[in-house]
């Protein structure tokens, strides 16, 4: 089955704590996301990648990092997690980067709480 | 720059009652322009976009360049439409990420 698959799906972590969100899809696609959705803010992009080895800072990259050292995947890391980090994390991941479609295809979301 | 804008955080309709999302966008270029639903518990999904003109679910919307519009509009709400609408936003030209608007939550009354 075509899809974008996130883990963990839920995170229950301490300020300072490094993780890792990862972020892996089946379907070829050059392009992937990450984003965040919080109340009253909607969905903000963190970082995305045209391809491999190529990323780019969203909206809201401080205190994120990316890696794409593979096509299929997308790592989201938080180096030194902090409260405002708390949030509903989203991968997403579309065909062709160059000629944007706009469909998206997302993951089921991670919700990560950081105390 | 980019931008699109969702003036309802919250809309709340009776089931049967005409449904209109608004959605205002910014961009200098050519833009192609969607809408995203959330529904609950669920992953987001497209919904449609302006450039298939095809009505999914009853919804349509019509790309509104002097108005910079692309309002989302079904003429009778069903209580299964209750969801979190994302308009979002993407240059034509490509390479352009796609932008989304803050979102408005639809709330069907039965």
């Known amino acids: 089955e075509a899809q974008v698959t996130q883990n963990p799906r839920y995170l229950i972590t301490v300020t300072g704590k490094k993780l890792t969100v990862t972020c892996s899809q089946n379907?070829?696609?050059?392009?992937m996301s990450w984003y965040r959705q919080d109340p009253g803010l909607g969905l903000r992009q963190i970082y995305y990648s045209m391809n491999v080895e190529v990323t780019d800072k969203g909206d809201v990259p401080e205190g994120y990092k990316v890696s794409r050292k593979e096509k299929r995947n997308f790592p989201l890391i938080l180096e030194s997690p902090s409260p405002n980090q708390t949030s509903l994390y989203f991968c997403?991941?579309?065909?062709?980067?160059?000629?944007?479609?706009?469909?998206?295809?997302f993951g089921e979301g991670s919700r990560l709480t950081v105390l | 720059a980019q931008r699109v804008t969702q003036p309802e955080k919250l809309l709340s309709v009776f089931k049967g009652a005409p449904v209109e999302l608004k959605c205002n966008y910014s961009?200098?270029?050519?833009?192609?322009l969607f809408w995203y639903v959330q529904y609950s518990r669920q992953r987001l999904q497209l919904l449609l976009r302006?450039?298939s003109r095809e009505s999914i679910k009853g919804f349509t919307a019509d790309l509104n360049k002097g108005e910079t519009s692309f309002h989302l509009k079904k003429p009778f709400a069903q209580e299964e439409d209750s969801a979190m609408y994302y308009c979002a936003l993407s240059g034509r030209s490509g390479n352009t990420p796609l932008v989304f608007g803050k979102g408005t939550r639809l709330s069907v009354i039965a």
């Open positions: 302006h450039i």
């Open positions: 961009y200098s270029g050519s833009p192609e």
């Open positions: 997403a991941s579309s065909l062709l980067a160059s000629s944007n479609t706009g469909e998206l295809f």
């Open positions: 379907m070829n696609h050059e392009y």
